[in-house]
């Protein structure tokens, strides 16, 4: 798991309280569906609208502190969005209603959350980031297949925020959405690095596809490489010393040996042969 929890602490809450916490929002978010259903909006805005909608129950109005126009002005207008939805959306009040959604992505500066955050949401409504909105949360081979093709998926998971259910047994769908948003931006934000991620995840496709990986693994080592393969953006070298590293482990186990033990000589010709 990706650990930026403490980067946005300060606007997660304990889980007992999100059934309750639904019960306020709950227009907000049914609002929110009947536009996601209607194609109102473009998956970032519809992503950026849902982020705003916890902000301001969790922090009120404090959670702004900058606003402004900036970019081109082709996003949807706040106002005619608010005016659409029968003045839903209360929270977008302390917002110029000139201010396009978009904009904001770029413009506000939210006290303890990161910025890439709302530079993900920006780029990826200008077409410059490949994401793919999901209603609910992908299977490690899923996001295998997509992260292949040079993509990523970003979850909005809106029945979960509605109940005021955990989407993973972990994490809210408000933090959801933000964890995904972030490691778009590990996975995006860097240009050499993206492509040498997607060629990764795709050798690592043909890889548990010719190996039969997924056949005969254990528990631990199909966590490990659920986790590779769906929760770890970096640099290329740290994709292929994590790889191997879990091939050694999983081998390990395979012949009875400890963890700081080394590997026979037809484990470590195994490894080698299926390392990326």
């Known amino acids: 798991m990706l650990q930026h929890k403490s980067r946005f602490k300060n606007y997660l809450i304990p889980s007992s309280s ?27 805005e519809q992503v950026l609208l849902f982020v705003l909608i916890y902000l301001h129950q969790r922090k009120g109005v404090a959670w702004q502190m900058s606003s402004g126009v900036r970019g ?37 500066r939210i006290r303890r959350l990161p910025q890439a955050i709302f530079d993900v949401l920006w780029k990826w409504g200008q077409g410059q980031y490949d994401l793919v909105l999901w209603k609910d949360v992908p299977t490690p081979l899923q996001m295998l297949e997509v992260q292949s093709h040079g993509q990523r998926i970003v979850t909005l998971n809106l029945d979960c925020a509605i109940r005021g259910e955990l989407v993973d047994g972990q994490r809210d769908a408000f933090e959801f959405s933000l964890h995904d948003l972030l490691h778009a931006d590990l996975f995006f934000n860097d240009p050499q690095s993206h492509v040498q991620q997607r060629l990764f995840f795709t050798q690592l ?17 199909l966590k490990d490489l659920s986790y590779l393969m769906s ?21 390990l186990r395979q012949e009875n040996r400890l963890p700081q033990a080394a590997l026979s000589a037809e484990g470590l010709d195994w490894v080698h042969r299926v390392t990326i």
């Open 205 to 221: 496709q043909e890889v548990i596809a010719r190996e039969n990986l997924l056949v005969h693994a254990d528990d631990l080592f």
């Open 231 to 251: 929760d770890m953006n970096s640099h290329r070298a740290h994709l292929e010393a994590q790889f191997k590293a879990t091939l050694i482990a999983f081998r």
């Open 72 to 108: 081109p002005e082709d996003g949807v207008v706040v106002g005619a969005l608010l005016e659409t939805l029968s003045s839903r959306f209360e929270c977008l009040a302390p917002i110029k209603r000139t201010t396009y959604l978009l904009n904001i992505a770029v413009e506000s």
């Open 18 to 44: 999100l059934v309750e916490e639904a019960q306020h929002i709950n227009a907000d978010l049914e609002a929110l569906r009947l536009v996601t259903q209607n194609h109102r909006l473009k998956p970032a």
